[in-house]
């Protein structure tokens, strides 16, 4: 079955089947736009109780795709103390960056420098840092937040492929995070430098920031952006970013500030704001 699953993702056209959901999940026709969200609700048993709106408030699929939780539905935990999880899903893998790689599945990584899309400069201040996982299944919240204060300093639109980025395809597609469609933004704050890369899947029609809106994904060309000139500081727990559709976020942070607390492992489900690790330094 996941043999396959991995040969149907490489025979289709990811971009265009992307696309093409993305036009669907757009839709504001209301008969549409509500059949496709109910069955979503009752297909993947998404938490209707802590969303802010009901079922017809949402003017489209994507509007209830990335909608926000009602008021103190994720308490933060104490980001003095812990770094927080970005986002609610499953950590797919948690650990060091040894010898510039990451950890992907079963005997497969990607390094640090790919998933930054090439800038071996950032990827040094990484080298024998901490990274975390965070698979976004489909019933989960799909808003990204900062797992720590900082103020961004770079982002980097990298192009690439769709693979779906469930643990069957991480297990069988070498280099899965680095090769597919993501934005990796850089953050400086009081415990240094961090990342928060936002991975792309198949179906995501597209990934949005606080800072800048819609980003332009499905390109061919690289896109690296500087915001050094400009005071954009967010807290630990703000929100960042969502996905419009899909998938993961990678974080990684710089050796000596960060353990991973010893009861986060892989598989284990974690809700934006939960502790994943412990400042220090």
Known sequence: MSRAFIRL???????????????????????????LIRRFIAAYGVNMAEAARPVEAYRSFNDFFTRE?????????????????????????????????????KGRHF???????????????????????????????????????GRLAT????????????????????????????????????????????????IVAGIETVWSGLVETHASELVREDFGGRDLSYDAGDEMGRFILGSTCVLLFEPGRVEWLADRRAGDAVRMGEALGRWSA
């Open 111 to 149: 390094t640090a420098r790919q998933l930054l899309g090439g800038d071996a400069q950032a990827a040094r201040r990484f080298e024998g840092g901490a990274f975390a996982t965070i698979y976004l299944s489909p019933k989960d919240y799909h808003r990204v937040h900062m797992p720590a204060a």
């Open 155 to 202: 982002t980097t639109y990298v192009p690439g492929d769709l693979f779906s980025v469930n643990q069957v395809t991480a297990e069988n597609i070498d280099g899965l995070f680095a090769r597919n469609e993501r934005l990796a933004c850089l953050f400086d704050g009081p415990h240094g430098r961090f990342a928060s890369v936002m991975v792309g899947a198949m």
């Open 9 to 35: 993702q490489r025979a289709v056209p990811h971009h265009a089947v992307s696309r093409l959901a993305g036009t669907f999940a757009a839709s504001e026709t209301p008969w549409l736009k509500t059949l």
């Open 69 to 105: 939780l009602r008021p103190g539905a994720r308490p933060l935990a104490d980001a003095g103390r812990h770094v927080l999880s970005p986002a609610d899903g499953t950590i797919s893998q948690i650990g060091r960056v040894k010898e510039g790689r990451i950890f992907q599945a």
